[in-house]
């Protein structure tokens, strides 16, 4: 009885925060109707936008207030990722009902482009060409909102101990400051100085307003969504390549690292692991590129020299614009931009991937091993790196935790590849498609089309949805309302 009563509460908890996330997702589905002030013609599609974000306003606001005696004390970091699942899949659904109803496409391809949005992924299948501003703009801010994430954007508002379960459920596990509501503050903050600057700038580097708008969210969203074609290939352009690659690192960077940056604290933030790393990565890689690839491939040094350099930068930080087709690419090209891809962005930033602190931490692995065996048996040794200005000591447990989520993130990727490789496309073409869905990347070598398989296109949304969510989140998740709902049948 004591059983049913402690999951009763649990559960209140899970539907009453579920329940304010859907409302806070109904709210955003009414922004791109300011786009109608500007193209008043397409105001015939406001119907689209409006019953799909009155039906979560009302359905949210329904189980707030059926469950607002539900404690928030209640609330484990289990159960956080509970809420985060179900308010991520709710809103993903509801999201495709104005790319189905606008864009007359079929369930699966608007669900894709909805997980696409929402997982800051950025592979589409809608033809931007033959798109409503509406739309372009729905696309975008799904990308926006999904780059925050629905729990940053509910505790900015939101005072309690629910607070550390539902950013640990969405991978964010570095606070700015001690206050789990103020650190979501300062985040949203920053997120909005982001966008202010980038649109500003892009404006500046000669690109309309509603492209500006548009590229600035795909941008520190690290989604990759386009409001042109040929994405950022559209302006061929070095000013406009110059705007969205800071943009790009500044949406793959762990917010508390950006946050120390702006703070002046460049001594912490060059003793950080990751941006070691991509100091290193991104030279050689650059290098790698424009020797193996651009050279041969573009007429100039400077051409080549952008394309190697802009690539490079919107694979790793798994943004997913794109200056050039990889149709004509090498296969060493590809390589790189696969592993790339994989390694992906920072902790608790925007950006996908395995991440940059589990590579970094696997490298200082082996350094920590080499150096262990030079070591007398009976040495004493410390393991750490920094985070922020502090030193964070890495155990066994932790060490076995990475392990075991790169090697079923790896593991994810080789069946899935296989799966899209099974309908006949190549294996390259696979691997890095695939890639770029798991990662959230974006980057597409034309496997991903309106024409696709329905079965690789749900493929790829396992991969985004995994890749956003992060493994351990989704299963434990998965495997505890199951496991809950067991119990209760038994008992009953």
Not at 125 to 153: C, E, K, N, P
Not at 251 to 271: D, H, K
Not at 407 to 418: D, E, K, Q, S
Not at 471 to 485: E, P, T
Request: hydrophobic share 55%.
């Amino acid at each position: 009885m004591r059983v049913r009563s402690s999951l009763a509460q649990q559960y209140a908890g899970v539907l009453r925060y579920t329940g304010l996330i859907l409302v806070v997702g109904g709210l955003l589905m009414l922004s791109p109707l300011l786009a109608l002030v500007a193209w008043p013609q397409e105001s015939r599609h406001a119907a689209a936008f409006l019953v799909p974000a009155t039906v979560l306003c009302l359905g949210g606001g329904a189980l707030w207030c059926v469950f607002r005696a539900a404690r928030a004390r209640d609330l484990s970091i289990q159960y956080g990722g509970v809420v985060i699942l179900l308010s991520w899949l709710t809103v993903c659904l509801f999201s495709a009902w104005p790319l189905a109803v606008v864009q007359k496409m079929s369930f699966t391809h608007a669900f894709f482009e909805s997980v696409s949005g929402w997982t800051t992924t950025g592979l589409s299948v809608v033809d931007v060409t033959q798109s409503t501003h509406v739309i372009l703009l729905w696309r975008s801010i799904m990308q926006l909102a999904g780059g925050a994430g629905f729990a940053i954007i509910m505790l900015a508002a939101l005072v309690g101990p629910v607070g550390p379960a539902l950013t640990l459920a969405e991978g964010r596990t570095d606070q700015l400051v001690p206050h789990v509501r103020q650190s979501a503050k300062l985040v949203l903050l920053l997120y909005t100085g982001y966008a202010a600057a980038g649109v500003i700038a892009y404006i500046l580097a000669g690109v309309n307003a509603f492209d500006a708008i548009n590229h600035t969210f795909a941008a520190i969203s690290t989604g990759g969504f386009s409001t042109q074609p040929d994405s950022i290939g559209h302006w061929d352009s070095p000013a406009v390549e110059a705007v969205s690659i800071p943009l790009m690192v500044l949406g793959n960077m762990n917010f508390l690292t950006a946050f120390l940056l702006f703070r002046g604290r460049f001594r912490a933030v060059a003793r950080n692991g990751e941006v070691r790393l991509i100091a290193v990565l991104l030279p050689v890689c650059v290098l790698a590129l424009l020797f193996l690839v651009c050279l041969p491939l573009y007429a100039t040094l400077s051409k080549s020299l952008r394309v190697a350099v802009f690539e490079t930068f919107t694979a790793l930080t798994t943004t997913g614009f794109s200056t050039v087709s990889y149709d004509r690419w090498t296969s060493e090209g590809i390589l790189i931009l696969i592993v790339l891809m994989l390694i992906g962005g920072g902790t608790g930033s925007t950006a996908g991937g395995i991440k940059q602190y589990r590579v970094y931490v696997l490298f200082k692995t082996i350094v920590w091993d080499i150096r262990r065996a030079l070591l007398p048996r009976t040495a004493v040794v410390e393991n750490h790196i920094w985070q922020g200005e502090s030193k964070a000591f890495v155990t066994e447990a932790q060490l076995r935790k990475v392990g075991t989520f790169v090697f079923l993130y790896l593991a994810t990727y080789v069946v899935g590849a296989a799966i899209v490789a099974a309908h006949g496309f190549g294996l390259k073409e696979s691997l890095f498609e695939f890639g770029s869905a798991l990662g959230t990347v974006g980057l597409s070598v034309g496997v991903t089309s309106a024409q696709a398989p329905a079965l690789v296109l749900w493929t790829e949304i396992v991969g985004m949805f995994l890749g956003r969510l992060e493994f351990f989140v989704v299963i434990v998740s998965v495997v505890k309302i199951v496991r809950d709902a067991r119990a209760t049948i038994e008992r009953c």
